[in-house]
């Protein structure tokens, strides 16, 4: 299982970690989610886990990965 982890400098509550969470779990490969909006970070765990494709879940959920 590999993890990535990405700075959304732009999430600031539950209502944030909500929507990148559900856009990142409809993303092949992922397994687990965790973020924390507090420090600004999301860790994606997953098999063959594709950055660009998990960059533009982050963006479809209306947020920037640094």
Known sequence: ???ITY????MSCGHCEAAVSSELQNVP???SV???HDAKL???HGADLDDAALR???EAAGYHAA
Do not use: H, L, R, S
């Open 29 to 31: 490969g992922v397994a």
């Open 34 to 36: 965790v973020i924390a």
């Open 42 to 44: 999301v860790a994606v």
């Open 56 to 58: 533009a879940a982050i």
């Open 7 to 10: 700075k959304v400098p732009d």
């Open 1 to 3: 299982m590999t993890e």
